[in-house]
């Protein structure tokens, strides 16, 4: 069974887009990425769905996301100008007020925003990553969770290292075609420098993807580089001995054996020239993450020059609680504004266009997942993953260019169709694995909870 989705863009990110084509789709699989014309000659049994005045692009891959925190839109916005007030507030309630069931619920609620937005694909760090995984495979879409770690106290190191070996055994028997797992180290402030060390080596003797966040603030940098400020105290209060490297982020995280596993990071805002050519000769990838990096007031990680230096670099929406949405198309016209309201447009090389940030929101995310093999692209042989966008809009037209349209003026709400593997995931104005109204009736539950 084939069926043929046209429309009047089609926007293929591998190659460049055009007008007036289709894609055709058999089982889990894009067969066919041409004209109209060429398609229904090639597949005249073919079912064929024509959406007219819209784009279809490849699913957009959403390379850090905290989907079991979805509750805490908007919980934190009193405490954004102190992030150690910020965590600790959001991990009290998650731990104190949240049950296993709210937080699959949480992470269901935010995979309805994820297919409802065109993502076909999510990259998401959890505590709960047993939920986590099983609202990916609730709702339908692609995802890696990182089962997250914590502990920065070293004389518990190998205790803590233990657990996360347990859980992931569990994990990987959850793991599907579509979902899979791996190990997060939380932060190089959370997590002592020999648990990180067993980390990587079991990463790599396990061939198990690994994510981080990596210098995302300023308090982590003093707290590596001198030992002091919040973050330090606050270790010290505990009772916690910290060694202080006296090193970067990144140097650091190189030095305790991380970069070694060909790490996906999060944020990378406080980092230098040598750093990033660290990242570069690592193999690492980042998670580039612009709003939440503002709405927190963390600053600018230097995305023009992470991408000269070739480093696969996705965008993330972070949680909502720090966003307030997942919206790519959002993230991705932010990071070309805000790289461009810097000093960049004097550099001609440190220039983004529009195509450099539709494919940081597809192709990038998927190599930044090692996945691009498969997803990320529209062309044959690729997993059908493609979401497609009107362009229809008072906000829109008139359309010169899709991918501008896409870019400057289109946003999730735009969204008509998801495809995850040649399934329908969210249509006609539905998502159409699971019961929305239950769960929105769930999540005023669950707020209500929160806000006691
Ligand atoms: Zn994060």
Same mark, same amino acid.
């Given at each position: 069974?084939?069926?043929?989705?046209?429309?009047?863009?089609?926007?293929?990110?591998?190659?460049?887009?055009?007008?007036?084509?289709?894609?055709?789709?058999?089982?889990?699989?894009?067969?066919?990425?041409?004209?109209?014309?060429?398609?229904?000659?090639?597949?005249?049994?073919?079912?064929?769905?024509?959406?007219?005045?819209?784009?279809?692009?490849?699913?957009?891959?959403?390379?850090?996301?905290?989907?079991?925190?979805?509750?805490?839109?908007?919980?934190?916005?009193?405490?954004?100008?102190?992030?150690?007030?910020?965590?600790?507030?959001?991990?009290?309630?998650?731990?104190?007020?949240?049950?296993?069931?709210?937080?699959?619920?949480?992470?269901?609620?935010?995979?309805?925003?994820?297919?409802?937005?065109?993502?076909?694909?999510?990259?998401?760090?959890?505590?709960?990553?047993?939920?986590?995984?099983?609202?990916?495979?609730?709702?339908?879409?692609?995802?890696?969770?990182?089962?997250?770690?914590?502990?920065?106290?070293?004389?518990?190191?190998?205790?803590?290292?233990?657990?996360?070996?347990?859980?992931?055994?569990?994990?990987?028997?959850?793991?599907?075609?579509?979902?899979?797992?791996?190990?997060?180290?939380?932060?190089?402030?959370?997590?002592?420098?020999?648990?990180?060390?067993?980390?990587?080596?079991?990463?790599?003797?396990?061939?198990?993807?690994?994510?981080?966040?990596?210098?995302?603030?300023?308090?982590?940098?003093?707290?590596?580089?001198?030992?002091?400020?919040?973050?330090?105290?606050?270790?010290?209060?505990?009772?916690?001995?910290?060694?202080?490297?006296?090193?970067?982020?990144?140097?650091?995280?190189?030095?305790?054996?991380?970069?070694?596993?060909?790490?996906?990071?999060?944020?990378?805002?406080?980092?230098?020239?040598?750093?990033?050519?660290?990242?570069?000769?690592?193999?690492?990838?980042?998670?580039?993450?612009?709003?939440? !990096?503002?709405?927190?007031?963390?600053? $600018?990680?230097?995305?023009?020059?992470?991408?000269?230096? /070739?480093? @696969? #670099?996705? *965008? %993330?929406?972070?949680?909502?609680?720090?966003?307030?949405?997942?919206?790519?198309?959002?993230?991705?016209?932010?990071?070309?504004?805000?790289?461009?309201?810097?000093?960049?447009?004097? !550099?001609?090389?440190?220039?983004?266009? $529009?195509?450099?940030?539709?494919?940081?929101?597809?192709? /990038?995310? @998927? #190599?930044? *997942? %090692?996945?691009?093999?498969?997803?990320?692209?529209?062309?044959?042989?690729?997993?059908?993953?493609?979401?497609?966008?009107?362009?229809?809009?008072?906000?829109?037209?008139?359309?010169?260019?899709?991918?501008?349209?896409?870019?400057?003026?289109?946003?999730?709400?735009?969204?008509?169709?998801?495809?995850?593997?040649?399934?329908?995931?969210?249509?006609?104005?539905?998502?159409?694995?699971?019961?929305?109204?239950?769960?929105?009736?769930?999540?005023?539950?669950?707020?209500?909870?929160?806000?006691?």
């Amino acid at each position: 069974m084939t069926t043929i989705y046209n429309a009047q863009w089609i926007v293929p990110v591998s190659t460049e887009p055009f007008a007036e084509g289709g894609i055709a789709v058999s089982d889990s699989r894009i067969v066919a990425v041409s004209t109209r014309e060429t398609l229904g000659q090639q597949f005249p049994q073919a079912e064929v769905r024509d959406f007219g005045p819209a784009a279809i692009i490849p699913g957009l891959v959403n390379s850090h996301s905290h989907l079991e925190l979805t509750a805490m839109r908007g919980f934190l916005e009193n405490e954004e100008n102190d992030f150690f007030a910020w965590l600790k507030k959001l991990t009290i309630a998650r731990l104190e007020r949240m049950t296993a069931d709210d937080l699959n619920v949480s992470a269901q609620w935010g995979l309805c925003e994820a297919a409802r937005a065109g993502v076909t694909c999510v990259a998401d760090a959890s505590d709960a990553a047993f939920e986590s995984m099983n609202a990916l495979r609730a709702v339908g879409l692609r995802g890696l969770v990182f089962q997250e770690s914590f502990g920065p106290d070293p004389r518990l190191a190998q205790e803590n290292f233990a657990k996360l070996q347990t859980k992931i055994t569990r994990l990987r028997e959850l793991e599907t075609a579509l979902v899979k797992c791996g190990v997060s180290p939380h932060a190089p402030y959370t997590v002592c420098g020999p648990q990180l060390e067993m980390i990587a080596q079991f990463t790599l003797a396990e061939e198990l993807p690994l994510m981080m966040h990596a210098a995302e603030t300023l308090m982590e940098v003093a707290l590596l580089r001198e030992g002091s400020g919040a973050l330090a105290d606050g270790l010290k209060n505990r009772g916690i001995d910290w060694q202080t490297p006296g090193l970067s982020t990144i140097q650091y995280l190189k030095q305790r054996g991380i970069l070694a596993t060909r790490p996906l990071l999060a944020h990378c805002i406080h980092v230098d020239g040598a750093d990033i050519e660290t990242l570069g000769e690592t193999g690492s990838k980042i998670a580039h993450c612009p709003k939440s !990096n503002s709405k927190l007031s963390h600053g $600018v990680a230097p995305l023009p020059k992470f991408l000269k230096q /070739g480093i @696969a #670099t996705g *965008l %993330g929406s972070d949680s909502v609680a720090s966003n307030n949405v997942c919206d790519l198309f959002e993230e991705a016209r932010y990071a070309l504004l805000l790289a461009r309201s810097g000093s960049a447009w004097k !550099n001609p090389d440190t220039v983004l266009s $529009v195509h450099d940030v539709l494919q940081l929101a597809t192709r /990038g995310g @998927a #190599t930044a *997942l %090692g996945m691009s093999e498969h997803v990320g692209a529209l062309r044959e042989g690729m997993q059908a993953d493609f979401a497609i966008v009107s362009l229809n809009g008072v906000h829109q037209i008139p359309v010169y260019d899709p991918v501008s349209a896409l870019i400057f003026s289109s946003s999730a709400r735009d969204v008509v169709l998801t495809v995850v593997a040649g399934r329908e995931v969210y249509r006609d104005g539905r998502v159409t694995n699971v019961d929305e109204d239950r769960l929105r009736a769930r999540m005023k539950e669950i707020s209500e909870k929160l806000s006691a």
